[in-house]
C-alpha cells in the first residue's frame, strides 16, 4: 500500500485526500483546525457517491485514512506530500521548513498553489529539487487535471516520478515547462473572473446572468474541446485562418479590461455576495457540490462514451484497470474454464438511478449488454474483429429485477454459456452485489455478417473459443429462472 501526507485539509486538501484514499492509497492528514476531520468527512461522502461510478471498471479498495497532531507524524512514510495550506508564501515556506525534516528525501512534495511559482517555493530550501506544484482543480476527486510545474532544481527523475504518481490515481498531468505565475489554467480564470467583476460592478448584468452566459454557451463548448479546436470549427470549412482573419480585428476593439481591476470595496463585495444569496442561497453549499458533482459525472461519462477528452482519460484508466479488477480479455487467461466468468465489475454511477432513488430498470440492460460485450471479446470478438466484418446481434433478452441497488454500491455480473455452437450463442448473466443476487439477464445472439447484415457462422477462432466455454459450462447446474416467461412463478 501507498501512503500520502495531506498537509492542509480544507477545501483542496480535502478532494486531495478523497482522490489518494478512493485509489488505494493510505493517507494521513496533517491540519490545525478542530473541524477538519468532520470537514473532509463530509467530502469524502460526496466523492464516495461520485468518483466510483465515473468510469466502467472497479476501482481498488479504499485505503485507511488517519489524523495526525503533528507534521512529523502525518509526513512518516510518505511517497507524496501535499501541500494545501492557504495562499501565503510565508506560510507554505514554513510549512516546508517543518515537514523536509521529518519526510523522506526521495518523497515528492507538491504544492496545491493556485499562482506562486515553484522557485518561489522552493527558494531557500535545502532540498529543493523534491518541490513542484501540483495545481488541481475543485472537486479534486472528479476534475482530472493536475498543472505540474518543476524548475531546474528538479531532476528529471522527479517529474517523471510526479507524472506516474498523477496518473496512477486517475489524473492527468499536464507539464508545465516554463514557470509562470498563476500557470496556465488560472490565467484564463483570473482574466473571466475580472471580467465579471466589471460587468457586476458595471450594473451590466447580475451574478446570474453572468453565470447563465457560461452555463448555456460556451462553458458547455469549452468543456470538450478547449478554445482552440472550439474556435477551429467556428471558423467553418474554411478553418483557424479565416476564424483569425474574421475575428483578429476585434482584438483591438475594446473588448476586453483584463489588467484593469476593479477595487475590492466594501459596496462591490456586498453587491456581490447579495446577488450571489439570491442566487443560490437556497441550496446549502454540500447541496450545491453535490449538484455539480451529478452534473459534473454526466457530462464526463457522455464524453467517455464518445472516447474524447476527459472521457478517453477515464477510458484508458478503466483499461489499466481491468486486470486487478479481474476482468480479463481472453477465455485461455481463465484459472478456472468450468465457472462461470467475471463479465462486469463496476461501480453503480450517479447517472444509473431514478426517481425511485435506485438504479433504473434500463441500465439493469446496459449493465448485461456490457457484460456481453466482455465475454465477446474473452471468445475473440474484439474491436478488430468486428472491424474485419463479424459481429454477435441480440435476438432476445429477458430481465429479471430481483433486489434493488444503489448509486455508489460495487456490483459484479458472473455470466455463464448455456449454448454456444454455430451462428448461436445462449448466454445467462446474474447481478450480484456481493452475494446478494440483484438481476438475472437470459440473452439470444446470433453471430451476423456486418456487410450483408445477416446471421453468418463466425471466424473459426471465435467459434472455438466459445465452444470451449460451453463445453466447460455444460456441467453446471441449468440456473433456476432459465426460460422463464413472464406470468405467475412456476
Ligand atoms: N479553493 C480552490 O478553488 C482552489 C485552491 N487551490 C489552492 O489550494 C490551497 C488551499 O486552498 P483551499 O483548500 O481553498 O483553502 P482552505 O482555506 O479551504 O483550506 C486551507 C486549510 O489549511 C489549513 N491550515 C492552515 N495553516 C496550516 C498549517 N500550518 N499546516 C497545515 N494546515 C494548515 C486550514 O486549517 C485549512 O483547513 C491554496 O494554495 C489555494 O490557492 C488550488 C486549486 C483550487
Ligand atoms: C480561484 N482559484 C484561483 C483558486 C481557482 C483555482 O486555482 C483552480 C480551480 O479549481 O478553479
Redesign the pocket.
Known amino acids: 500500500m501507498t501512503t500520502a501526507a495531506i498537509?492542509?485539509?480544507?477545501?483542496?486538501?480535502g478532494g486531495w485526500a478523497a482522490r489518494f484514499l478512493l485509489n488505494g492509497w493510505d493517507v494521513r492528514v496533517?491540519?490545525?483546525?478542530p473541524e477538519?476531520e468532520r470537514?473532509i468527512g463530509e467530502v469524502l461522502d460526496n466523492a464516495r457517491r461520485s468518483l466510483p461510478g465515473l468510469g466502467n471498471v472497479a476501482l481498488p479498495p479504499e485505503g485507511a485514512l488517519t489524523f495526525h497532531a503533528t507534521?512529523a507524524e502525518a509526513v512518516e512514510g510518505a511517497a507524496w506530500v501535499q501541500e494545501?495550506?492557504?495562499?501565503r508564501l510565508d506560510?507554505?515556506q514554513?510549512?516546508y521548513g517543518e515537514l523536509q525534516q521529518h519526510c523522506g528525501a526521495d518523497a515528492v512534495i507538491g504544492?496545491?498553489?493556485?499562482?506562486f511559482k515553484p522557485s518561489e517555493l522552493q527558494d531557500g530550501r535545502g532540498n529543493a529539487s523534491q518541490i513542484v506544484v501540483a495545481?488541481?482543480?475543485?472537486p479534486v476527486y472528479l476534475l482530472p487535471l493536475i498543472e505540474l510545474v518543476g524548475t531546474e532544481a528538479n531532476p528529471a527523475d522527479v517529474i517523471a516520478r510526479a507524472k506516474e504518481i498523477i496518473s496512477g490515481i486517475g489524473m492527468y498531468p499536464l507539464h508545465v515547462r516554463k514557470e509562470i505565475d498563476a500557470h496556465i489554467a488560472d490565467r484564463f480564470l483570473e482574466a473571466v473572473w475580472r471580467e465579471a467583476l466589471w460587468l457586476v460592478k458595471d450594473g451590466i448584468a447580475s451574478t446570474e446572468e453572468i453565470d447563465n452566459a457560461i452555463r448555456y454557451g460556451f462553458g458547455i463548448r469549452w468543456a470538450q474541446m478547449g478554445l482552440f479546436e472550439t474556435y477551429r470549427v467556428a471558423g467553418g470549412e474554411a478553418g483557424m485562418k479565416h476564424f483569425m482573419a474574421q475575428f483578429g480585428p476585434c482584438l483591438t476593439a475594446p473588448w476586453t479590461k483584463l489588467m484593469d481591476v476593479p477595487e475590492f470595496t466594501d459596496e462591490l463585495v456586498d453587491l456581490i455576495a447579495d446577488q450571489s444569496d439570491e442566487q443560490s442561497g437556497m441550496h446549502s453549499i454540500r447541496e450545491l457540490e453535490r449538484i455539480r458533482d451529478d452534473n459534473l459525472v454526466g457530462m464526463m461519462r457522455a464524453m467517455s462514451a464518445n472516447d474524447w477528452g476527459a472521457g478517453a482519460l477515464q477510458n484508458a484508466q478503466d483499461k489499466a484497470r481491468e486486470g486487478e479488477a479481474g476482468l480479463l480479455s481472453h477465455v485461455d487467461q481463465m484459472v478456472d474454464l468450468a465457472q462461470p466468468v467475471l463479465t462486469l465489475n463496476r461501480t453503480v454511477p450517479l447517472d444509473w438511478t431514478d426517481y425511485n432513488g435506485h438504479m433504473t430498470e434500463s441500465r439493469y440492460l446496459d449493465a448485461f449488454a456490457n457484460a456481453t460485450d466482455r465475454l465477446m471479446i474473452m471468445i475473440g470478438c474484439d474491436a478488430e474483429y468486428i472491424a474485419s466484418g463479424g459481429s454477435y446481434f441480440t435476438a432476445e433478452t429477458h430481465i429479471r429485477h430481483i433486489d434493488e441497488v444503489h448509486a455508489g454500491h460495487a456490483i459484479q455480473v458472473k455470466t455463464q454459456v448455456i449454448m454456444g455452437a454455430g451462428k448461436k450463442m445462449h448466454l445467462w448473466h446474474e447481478m450480484f452485489e456481493g452475494d446478494r443476487l440483484l438481476a438475472t439477464g437470459e440473452h439470444m445472439l446470433l453471430h451476423v455478417d456486418l456487410a450483408t447484415r445477416r446471421s453468418a457462422p463466425p471466424a473459426p477462432h471465435v467459434e472455438a473459443a466459445l465452444v470451449k466455454l460451453a463445453e466447460a459450462h455444460a456441467a453446471l447446474a441449468a440456473p433456476a429462472g432459465l426460460g422463464r416467461a413472464i406470468g405467475a412463478p412456476r
Do not use: C, M, R, Y
Open positions: 498537509i492542509g485539509g480544507g477545501v483542496i486538501g496533517f491540519d490545525p483546525d477538519a470537514k507534521i494545501s495550506v492557504p495562499e506560510l507554505k514554513k510549512v504544492s496545491s498553489t493556485s499562482g495545481h488541481p482543480f475543485n
